[in-house]
């Protein structure tokens, strides 16, 4: 009785034409989301996807078209639209989620009966700040010190918006803050990382699915030259066991490994024609995006999977071409190989934007000394 008298309530303060337009905005606008959900499943190659495994955008969407209908019986300061964002984008990615967290933001400004323009500042700001620092949040490393920023950003954004447009901060919007900022930061704290997990399970499904011996483009690239692929599975074990090391995704090493010199099927300009097959092939996104940066040609490593499957391409493809010399066989000249071509790449700048540390460069660097040669 009481949800029926709160719909009914809602329904009376507002227009029906103002029902309907925002009825149709809503729909609209999950239209788009659903549109881009299903390029990304393109993407990733996933094909038996179906309406089942939406269910968390649904719900999370939902929660925030009700919020944005429920906003005249709520303070305007209540804004969980950054919780929703971060959720979204765990589920999503990160680009939905910033603009599902903007969208929500408008609408619940342009339904409230006292549209207040410092809420709708202080709810874009902290969607805006709390999703640049997305990435750090679900870093295990540090997550705490992020999500300590996240809660400092969002209760420092609304009391200086606040202040700028009343020249005060009171004390009843300052518990607003408070409250609103350790409940977004609490909730994302527990449900992020479960929501990343998930999406991390149907990418790993897909990784192993382009490993497989009957994986069509692996069938191609044994039948056309046996050398190649025999570089390329070599690639892909050795970067699986590397990105492990450095607690990379090995699976993500491994395939792009595997894949990361297959324009050469078409010959030249290789980096385009690694990428035109690989959208053939419905490639994930993160593994096209290895091959875009193949060999740092056109684009640096921008991930440390990239900057592995780069290293160990490069190493191996220089003991492979040495492999008769006896030279090679010697653990000396062996380490001078892998230091003076790694060294070389570094001094570049060739993994700077990769987020690879330098004890993570070393610790490929002395594995591929003692073991990747051999």
């Known amino acids: 009785m009481l949800a029926f008298a709160l719909v009914a309530g809602l329904f009376l303060k507002l227009y029906i034409d103002e029902v309907i337009s925002l009825v149709i905005f809503q729909l609209f606008f999950y239209l788009l989301v659903y549109a881009q959900l299903e390029i990304k499943r393109k993407e990733a190659g996933i094909k038996d996807l179906n309406a089942r495994k939406y269910y968390m955008l649904v719900l999370i969407y939902s929660i925030g078209m009700a919020y944005a209908l429920l906003l005249n019986f709520l303070p305007n300061q209540i804004q969980p639209f950054l919780l929703l964002a971060l959720l979204l984008a765990c589920t999503t990615d990160q680009m939905i989620g910033v603009t599902a967290g903007i969208y929500f933001s408008i609408v619940a400004y342009f339904v409230s009966n006292n549209p207040s323009v410092i809420s709708l500042i202080i709810s874009l700001s902290i969607i805006c700040g709390g999703m640049t620092i997305y990435k750090g949040l679900l870093n295990k490393t540090y997550r705490k010190q992020f999500f300590v920023i996240l809660f400092v950003m969002c209760v420092l954004f609304g009391c200086v918006a606040t202040y700028y447009y009343e ?196 610790k490929i660097r002395d594995y591929l000394v003692h073991l990747g040669g051999q």
């Open 167 to 362: 020249d005060a901060i009171r004390f009843k919007i300052l518990i607003y803050m408070l409250i609103m900022s350790a409940l977004n930061v609490i909730l994302a704290w527990i449900f992020m990382p479960i929501l990343s997990s998930k999406k991390q399970n149907i990418n790993e499904d897909t990784y192993r699915k382009m490993l497989e011996d009957e994986y069509p483009l692996n069938s191609l690239m044994r039948q056309s030259s046996k050398l190649d692929y025999d570089h390329a599975k070599r690639v892909s074990d050795i970067c699986a066991i590397c990105a492990t090391i450095v607690g990379a995704d090995s699976s993500l090493a491994a395939a792009a490994g595997l894949y990361y010199r297959i324009g050469r099927l078409e010959g030249e300009p290789h980096v385009q024609n690694g990428v035109l097959i690989a959208a053939q092939f419905d490639f994930p996104a993160e593994i096209t995006q290895i091959l875009r940066e193949f060999n740092g040609e056109e684009h640096l490593p921008s991930t440390v999977e990239s900057a592995i499957v780069q290293i160990v391409d490069l190493v191996t493809a220089k003991f492979d071409v040495l492999s008769g010399q006896k030279a090679t066989k010697t653990e000396w000249n062996r380490e001078m190989i892998v230091y003076q071509a790694l060294n070389e790449y570094s001094a570049k700048g060739m993994y700077d934007e990769s987020g690879l540390s330098m004890n993570q460069f070393l």
